[in-house]
């Protein structure tokens, strides 16, 4: 089994930081990637960024490149997502996610095994 525990999100003004936690647990020998997902009231939920376990591979979203960055902590179990120059777009409750198995396609929701329970980030105009 695997835990996954979000922190760090808030309102802030446009133009803003947040950095985002997750905290995981539990089946790390097994976890190829982990990643970042959001969903705003009535949107699909989307993929933000991920980060291979073991390799360390960041991938993003083309709507968030260049000012997110993803990190991870292996010794610490935690991973987590600088957000600079936010947007009111951004807003949404963010996720974090494990996917325990090797996959081509990090940015589909359905290769993760295990999601944490969102913290909200507003940004406002």
């Known amino acids: 089994q695997v835990q996954l525990v979000e922190s760090g999100g808030g309102l802030v003004l446009a133009g803003g930081s947040l950095r985002l936690s997750c905290a995981a647990s539990?089946?790390?020998?097994?976890?190829?990637?982990l990643g970042w997902f959001r969903q705003s009231p009535g949107k699909e939920r989307e993929f933000v960024s991920s980060?291979?376990?073991?390799?360390?591979?960041?991938y993003y979203a083309d709507s968030v490149k260049g000012r997110f960055t993803i990190s991870k902590d292996n010794a610490q179990d935690m991973v987590y997502l600088q957000m600079n120059s936010l947007k009111p777009d951004d807003t949404a409750v963010y996720y974090c996610?494990?996917?325990?198995?090797?996959?081509?396609?990090?940015?589909?929701?359905?290769?993760?095994?295990?999601w944490g329970q969102g913290t909200q980030v507003t940004v406002s105009s």
């Open positions: 539990g089946r790390t020998f097994s976890r190829y990637a």
């Open positions: 996610a494990s996917a325990q198995h090797y996959t081509l396609d990090l940015g589909r929701s359905h290769e993760y095994d295990y």
């Open positions: 980060i291979t376990w073991n390799g360390g591979r960041p």
